[in-house]
């Protein structure tokens, strides 16, 4: 018993030396949730209860950001093609991975095939054209695509993420 007290106070020096690794490690948590601020007012946040904005680039032949994640409700993206030449954006929820969704014969997104729901939402975006498109998701898990031509088969996707 003696012996566990002594050891119990032993720590303080310890502790002491040991100082400025939690200082650091505060800091770098800081950091992150100043990123994290910094990413929540990025994607606009802005106020009004329980929607967002989230941009969107639609690029040849890219969705960005690669993965998004984001909470339920109203989301309302900000579609931009950056790209030469018409692009779509169109919401499927699914658990599969993008590339593990069933793909028809000329090598599109199989938008009637297992696996998966279309929700659609499909929004024809013009080059250099910004669209906008509200939808309502609840929590799971999504695949972003852009089904214009072979688009899918160059990898034209993006996961997103619905969290509660
Ligand atoms: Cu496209």
């Known amino acids: 018993m003696g012996t566990a007290v002594v050891v119990r106070w032993a720590p303080p020096t310890w502790l002491a030396s040991d100082v400025p690794a939690p200082i650091r490690d505060l800091k770098r948590r800081a950091g992150v949730l100043v990123a994290l601020a910094l990413l929540g007012a990025a994607c606009g946040g802005g106020g009004s209860s329980g929607s967002k904005t989230l941009a969107v680039g ?5 969705i960005t950001p690669r993965a998004i994640d984001a909470k339920a409700g109203s989301i309302t993206f900000e579609l931009s093609n950056v790209g030469t030449v018409h692009h779509e954006f169109a919401v499927v929820r699914t658990d599969l991975a993008p590339e593990q969704l069933p793909v028809t ?4 997104l199989d938008e009637k095939g297992g696996g ?3 929700l659609g939402g499909n929004e024809n975006v013009p080059p250099g054209q910004q669209v906008t498109l509200t939808m309502a998701l609840t929590p799971g898990a999504y695949v972003f695509v852009c089904n214009i031509d072979d688009h899918f088969k160059r990898k034209m996707y993006t996961r997103f ?4």
């Open 58 to 62: 639609l690029s040849d032949y890219e």
């Open 105 to 108: 014969a000329d090598g599109k």
């Open 116 to 118: 998966l729901t279309y």
């Open 161 to 164: 993420y619905i969290t509660p």
